[in-house]
């Protein structure tokens, strides 16, 4: 069974902190990893997606894949209480593969 | 240009009834995808297809249905409804991608579904 774990939370960090979100994932041959930003009632918001081992800037947002440890993580800089919602880590195998998305996680960033 | 469309935004269907969800999406994308998510929990692959003419199941297909004729619409179709089908359906879609990697999926704004 292919598996994406997230830690459900929830996570907070005062605002202007860093937030660190972080996803292991159970299959070996994925290759495909996207992180979604979900506010409450509302539906999935692509934020970041990232193919390759290391690090993915864009704006306040970094996205890390380590293969060899089946690990993706997000960092959002500069946190703000609009960023307060519930984050989707997704993976996904090759170009035909469905995602498997995780549980999420809720971050709240207080003001 | 609109992206994904879903409707209706609420329905409310009492047990044994019959509804389509309507899903549409203007971005020529061959792959569209429907997927529930309950409360607290993320997202689960019920449907899915790769073009017109070509559908499959996902992880929770049953008790539903779907069908793709043309590239922008791909219902989804609940016969005999359930509680257990209290739930929030988001219909998806994306571009094939290159070899080794999977083109991000864009979702519709979703159905609140109730079963009574």
């Known amino acids: 069974q292919k598996e994406v774990e997230q830690n459900s939370g929830p996570l907070s960090v005062p605002e202007g902190a860093i937030a660190s979100l972080n996803c292991t994932y159970s299959?070996?041959?994925?290759?495909?990893f996207f992180w979604y930003r979900q506010y409450s009632g509302k539906s999935p918001e692509l934020i970041m997606f990232i193919y390759s081992n290391g690090d993915k800037e864009d704006g306040r947002f970094t996205a890390q894949l380590n293969k060899a440890s089946q690990y993706v993580s997000l960092l959002i800089r500069d946190s703000q209480p609009s960023d307060s919602a519930t984050y989707l880590c997704?993976?996904?195998?090759?170009?035909?593969?469905?995602?498997?998305f995780g549980k999420g996680t809720k971050l709240s960033v207080k003001p | 240009n609109a992206g994904v469309t879903q409707t209706p935004k609420f329905r409310i269907l009492k047990i044994g009834q019959s509804m389509t969800l309507q899903c549409t999406q203007d971005?020529?994308?061959?792959?569209m995808y429907w997927y529930r998510q309950d409360p607290g929990m993320g997202l689960k692959l019920i449907y899915y297809s790769v073009g017109a003419g070509i559908t499959d199941k996902g992880e929770v297909p049953n008790g539903y249905n779907v069908s793709r004729s043309t590239t922008e619409d791909f219902p989804l179709r609940l016969e005999l409804a359930a509680p257990s089908q209290t739930s929030v359906y988001f219909c998806?879609?994306?571009?094939?991608?290159?070899?080794?990697?999977?083109?991000?999926?864009?979702f519709g704004d979703g159905t609140r579904l109730s079963i009574l």
């Open positions: 299959d070996r041959g994925s290759q495909s």
């Open positions: 998806a879609s994306r571009d094939p991608g290159t070899a080794n990697s999977n083109q991000p999926q864009h």
């Open positions: 997704a993976v996904g195998r090759g170009s035909q593969g469905n995602l498997i």
């Open positions: 971005m020529n994308h061959n792959y």
